[in-house]
């Protein structure tokens, strides 16, 4: 389905003429907080994306992730702090001026079903009050391999298709900062591929991306930066440099027999700060200050102890390892 | 940013188009008036040809009246769809997120509905005088065809969609289901229905100086229901049902 792939290239080149804003963020967010009554949708959030930078917002369900995008992109106004997006404070009055600047994609695509693509976009065109409306529409469509589509009405697009048009439309003002909610929320595997293929290309052309989402690894593959939002920020940085404040380094030992007594050969290593069993049978976690150092002198005294090694690496802790470890940390605090 | 004609006009292009794409939303709009204009038909066909003339003058009276009901009943059901219908298919949070002012949406909007209703209410009128010219007497035709029933019914008819409008859109601002919003939506006819019975059961006279302060009304009603619909427009509650 090649020639129904996504044109990367487009993207990379860029759809309209907008300038590029002036300051030294795309979004600063400084203790921004939102109520709805008694109820605490985020509170106290603080964090600057610059231009350029794909920045993920990740949260479970309810930890405010769609509400601070609204409020970002003015549909909500905050109850506490302040922000500036695109370059313009965030107020009411501002309200038009940094919504023509920026554009949200929701987690629902939100298509009028009887109206043809080109008709969405014609819609939407005029609320934007673009030049050019035929080029810009015909280049945000080709962008995402839907031209040959336009004439068709939404509502006999695929679910994936219909996200397509969907980010179209969000690139149709070529956008200072593009929010994506969620945005491979409910596509199949392929298509999901293709919304990834279309952020990087974003990336690559340096549209400053938005991005909350489920999806970890998502976050991983795509993001410069994440943010971990459970009402307040829990954590933010690149995703590294979070597993590296949440998790001690260690190396993973498996051997083909357990040892007898582990603590005998592997803890008494000066290089071992602590050793633990872990599964497969057979298997330890071994927290150690530097893994290059520690590997040898592992290696060295399982060898010494007659055990056949079947594999030493250094432990890896993914993006959802730090996320569950936090989500779990924030579940245990309200139990206590 | 100052008010944007061009965005009030991207909002009725679209829902022409949505009504081109789904013909039978102004076929059922256009179905009732057309039931409705066969009891202003029969009044005036069944007048004797010697009635007296203010007996000549009631019945032709209360037979326009009759057909400025169509202007006040018809665009209620569209009107309370505007907001909460964009609501529930989840096509309302794309469109907040652009530039548009609640005001220009809800121009939009009006006149969206405004043009179907016009339309529909004007070819009702049109249908009503060529069958009174084809098939009524010449004094009846006469009455009807004066210049001041002609110039009331013009007149009346965007004054009082306007106020069937503002109640539905209003009314639709302020739901969070299409039912409940078609349904209260009907009352936006009642208080022109009202001044008919007044005026059929003799209650209210009709006058010019009637005519006129009735007009001035609903054209204040029609401005302020303009302003006080943009301020119960309220973003916030419309996406998280939270809010003014």
């Known amino acids: ?336 | 940013m100052s008010f944007s004609w061009t965005r009030v006009r991207a909002i009725v292009v679209k829902e022409l188009r949505d009504y081109r794409h789904n013909r039978f939303v102004i076929g059922t709009m256009a179905f009732l008036p057309l039931l409705f204009i066969a009891a202003p038909i029969v009044q005036l066909l069944t007048v004797s040809v010697s009635a007296t003339s203010s007996k000549l003058d009631a019945r032709v009276g209360i037979s326009l009246l009759y057909l400025l009901l169509v202007p006040a009943i018809v665009p209620s059901g569209l009107a309370a769809y505007s907001v909460v219908g964009e609501r529930e298919q989840g096509t309302l949070e794309p469109i907040l997120i652009t530039p548009i002012r609640r005001e220009e949406f809800l121009v939009g909007k009006a006149l969206a509905v405004a043009a179907p209703t016009l339309a529909i209410a004007y070819a009702i009128f049109g249908i009503f005088l060529a069958a009174t010219a084809l098939f009524a007497h010449a004094g009846i035709a006469s009455a009807v065809f004066s210049g001041s029933h002609v110039l009331v019914q013009l007149l009346f008819t965007p004054l009082l969609a306007g106020w069937s409008i503002w109640v539905g859109i209003a009314i639709s601002a302020r739901s969070s289901d299409i039912r409940v919003a078609q349904q209260l939506s009907v009352f936006a006819s009642l208080p022109p229905l009202a001044i008919v019975a007044l005026m059929q059961f003799k209650v209210i006279t009709p006058s010019t100086g009637l005519a006129l302060a009735l007009a001035a009304a609903l054209l204040i009603v029609d401005v302020l229901g303009w302003r006080a619909v943009a301020a119960m427009f309220d973003r916030e509650r419309l996406l998280t049902g939270f809010g003014k």
């Open chain 1, 1 to 336: 389905m090649i020639g129904d792939r996504l044109d990367v290239e487009k993207l990379r080149k860029g759809f309209g003429d907008q300038p590029a804003p002036g300051g030294a963020s795309a979004v600063v967010v400084e203790r921004l907080g939102k109520r709805f009554g008694h109820r605490v949708a985020f509170d106290d959030v603080s964090f600057e994306v610059g231009y350029g930078e794909v920045f993920g917002f990740l949260g479970p369900n309810g930890a405010g992730k769609t509400t601070t995008v609204r409020t970002l992109g003015t549909l909500i106004a905050p109850t506490s702090g302040s922000a500036t997006v695109a370059g313009i404070p965030l107020s009411a009055e501002n309200g038009p001026a940094i919504r023509a600047r920026i554009s949200i994609m929701p987690e629902s695509p939100g298509l009028y079903l009887r109206l043809t693509v080109m008709e969405n976009l014609e819609c939407f065109a005029g609320l934007y009050e673009l030049d050019d409306v035929r080029g810009r529409i015909e280049r945000a469509l080709r962008a995402v391999n839907l031209l040959d589509r336009a004439g068709d009405p939404c509502g006999s697009l695929s679910k994936g298709l219909r996200q397509r048009v969907a980010l179209a439309r969000a690139l149709l003002n070529d956008p200072a900062v593009l929010f994506l909610d969620e945005p491979t929320s409910g596509l199949d595997p392929v298509a999901t591929r293709e919304v990834h293929e279309l952020i990087a290309a974003l990336k690559e052309r340096g549209v400053t991306i938005f991005l909350t989402t489920h999806r970890l690894e998502e976050a991983e593959r795509l993001c410069d930066r994440v943010a971990i939002l459970n009402t307040t920020l829990r954590l933010m940085g690149r995703p590294d440099e979070l597993r590296a404040q949440l998790f001690r380094r260690s190396l993973d030992v498996r051997i083909r027999v357990p040892l007898a007594d582990p603590e005998a050969v592997l803890g008494a290593l000066r290089e071992v700060e602590g050793c633990e069993q872990a599964p497969p049978v057979g298997g330890y976690t071994l927290a150690v200050s530097d893994p290059e150092i520690a590997a040898p002198a592992v290696a060295r005294a399982l060898v010494g102890a007659g055990a056949d090694i079947l594999s030493i690496a250094e432990s890896r802790h993914s993006l959802e390892d730090v996320y569950l470890e936090l989500i779990d940390e924030d579940v245990e605090a309200k139990r206590g």
